[in-house]
């Protein structure tokens, strides 16, 4: 159950549309489903805006299908990262509607509860090498209710392709760096553009690189202000923040007085 749901119920009953008991009873599964190998938060989209997301590495397909169908069950969106073949499968077979990124290794079940967010994240990846990575944070922003595209393969060592690209870089309201190697793209996009930047390091490159942790240093000690970094490898981590940047924003757009009774936008309006 989402917000706007509870709402939905809650005006129900206000209404006299629905009584106490039958409240009761929608809400009395609500904080969170025991079951024998997991306890799923079913509050989790009400205190965070989105349902609770399934890590399937190191879980079984069975494991993965139970946790899937508890969230489904409520109408809630279901994606499950780092989902391993087999895990994707039993889920797709559970629910023929399910989509499967083997880029991504994300399965994904849409529900009825997704609310689609103004603005546009832009998701750029250096190399193909890095699209793994680049894809799990383009499946999970878009699973959130954004929307995505992806700019591919304008790394640093071929600085005029990114530049080429300079409109969509500015067209975007969050951008999702995807670098390995010395970790540089998230720099030089932070001191082109004006909207949030996140990092997202990968390990990809050669032996110096040590798995990711040369792009990790390197993008936590940019000097470009204001870029922010998760984890290596963390597509996901990363899809998850931007939705939350667009989130926030629309909640501070909605809730702005109208231009007219604004004294700061009437004095910033041009002369006619």
């Not at 989209?45 to 489904?72: C, H, S």
């Not at 391993?84 to 499968?89: D, G, Y």
């Not at 990114?162 to 030089?188: K, T, Y």
């Not at 984890?231 to 931007?242: C, E, K, L, M, S």
Request: charged share 15%.
């Amino acid at each position: 159950m989402n917000p706007q749901d509870l709402e939905r119920l809650l005006a129900r009953l206000a209404r006299g549309e629905t009584t106490v008991a039958a409240a009761l009873a929608a809400l009395r599964d609500l904080p969170f489903a025991a079951l024998p190998e997991a306890t799923v938060d079913h509050h989790r989209a009400l205190r965070r805006g989105f349902p609770e997301v399934i890590y399937g590495a190191g879980k079984t397909p069975e494991q993965v299908v139970a946790i899937a169908r508890a969230i489904a069950l409520r109408g809630q969106t279901v994606l499950v990262t780092r989902a391993a073949p087999e895990a994707a499968a039993a889920v797709r077979a559970a629910f023929p509607a399910a989509e499967y990124d083997l880029l991504a290794r994300t399965v994904l079940l849409r529900g009825g509860d997704l609310v689609p967010l103004p603005g546009l994240v832009l998701v750029v990846a250096a190399g193909t090498s890095d699209l793994p990575v680049a894809a799990e944070a383009e499946v999970t922003a878009r699973a959130l209710g954004c929307t995505v595209e992806r700019l591919v393969d304008v790394g640093v060592a071929g600085l005029h392709r990114l530049l080429a690209a300079h409109e969509r870089l500015r067209a975007a309201q969050v951008i999702i760096a995807v670098a390995g190697m010395e970790g540089a793209l998230p720099s030089v996009i932070g001191g082109l553009t004006d909207c949030p930047v996140i990092g997202v390091p990968t390990s990809v490159g050669y032996g110096a690189s040590a798995g990711g942790f040369a792009a990790l240093l390197g993008m936590l000690a940019s000097c470009a202000s204001g870029v922010t970094v998760v984890n290596i490898d963390n597509g996901f981590g990363a899809g998850y923040a931007a939705a939350l940047i667009l989130r926030a924003q629309s909640r501070t757009a909605a809730a702005a007085p109208p231009a007219e009774n604004n004294p700061r936008a009437q004095d910033s309006a041009p002369a006619r």
